[in-house]
């Protein structure tokens, strides 16, 4: 199956880096190349690193790259420091982080990210390390109620994963599918009407699999350090658990003075260390909506540095 991938928030996203031509750029989410293209080809001597953790995804990124001064490396976005080091590059101009999952992901019955298509229970996008029928079949009630609750906010968290527990006593649940009945068997009719009843469960399942939200806490520290002063960080968010998190660390990088109210002077000389880039995010206008519903969610937030 190629690689397909419609890029969320293209133009925005591009405009919010502000481009410079002998720049040096990172694109933490290569996927099917997409803004990594739309970056490399504004560039004459600059550079562009597109980093992915999915093998599928460097394939694609290198070939639909070449041509352009970039490079493509094989690791988590919250590598990229040890990634800059490796090449020898010490400060960036722009950071882009998209955070949603790729059209090919998802669509690719065989890797089984959706609901949708019947396949192994594996949700991985790197194709490696512990899968989604690992957790579902090993983790206890508690657990599991965690995982649904915290990553996908679903209200019948401890039935579902009660459930579960219960029928992998009589055989494992290895299947998209599987997991998927499990899930509506816990719903009432009238509340399956809101939606796939999975979705939320497959969303919570697919973020503690790729641990996503430590990957994204993990990295903000060091993508914004890695900035040269006028850089800029650009990230998309897709659902309201990783939008909160960016949201109060750019608060953190543009606030200044600590000290209580109180206090006649500033002692503790701390200063804004960055500015936002809009003062509210960025979401898909309606004609972007027309073509591409997966836009719906997403949230653009962007920010300078400025110290």
């Known amino acids: ?151 996908g906010e679903e209200k019948f968290a ?5 459930r579960i527990v219960s029928e992998r006593q009589n055989k494992k649940i290895e299947t998209t599918i599987e997991l998927a009945d499990i899930i509506a068997s816990c719903y009432p009719a009238a509340a399956r009407r809101d939606g796939n009843p999975a979705r939320k469960c497959f969303q919570a399942i697919r973020i503690a699999v790729n641990d996503e939200l430590g990957h994204l806490e993990r990295v903000l520290d060091d993508a914004f350090e890695l900035l040269n002063e006028g850089g800029v960080l650009s990230i998309i968010t897709f659902h309201s658990l990783e939008d909160r998190i960016v949201k109060q660390k750019f608060k953190e990088y543009c606030t200044g003075c600590t000290c209580p109210p109180d206090f006649p002077v500033c002692v503790c000389g701390k200063k804004p260390r960055g500015k936002l880039v809009f003062r509210k995010p960025v979401t898909a206008k309606e004609e972007e909506l027309a073509v591409n519903q997966r836009s719906r969610s997403a949230k653009l937030r962007a920010i300078e540095k400025i110290l």
């Open 1 to 151: 199956m190629e690689f397909k991938h419609i890029s969320v928030l293209l133009y925005e996203t591009i405009d919010s880096l502000n481009i410079k031509s002998d720049g040096i750029y990172i694109d933490g989410t290569a996927g099917g190349a997409g803004h990594s293209s739309e970056i490399a080809r504004r560039l004459t001597t600059g550079r562009l690193i597109a980093l992915d953790q999915d093998p599928d995804a460097v394939k694609t990124a290198a070939e639909r790259l070449k041509g352009y001064n970039a490079t493509v490396v094989q690791c988590n976005f919250s590598e990229m420091k040890q990634a800059t080091k490796d090449l020898g590059i010490d400060g960036v101009d722009g950071i882009l982080l998209d955070l949603g999952v790729s059209s090919y992901q998802l669509d690719n019955g065989e890797r089984g990210f959706s609901y949708k298509y019947d396949a192994p229970l594996d949700m991985r996008m790197s194709q490696s390390g512990t899968t989604a029928a690992d957790l579902v079949n090993s983790l206890s009630v508690d657990e599991l109620t965690k995982i649904f609750r915290d990553y």
């Open 158 to 162: 401890y039935k579902i994963a009660n």
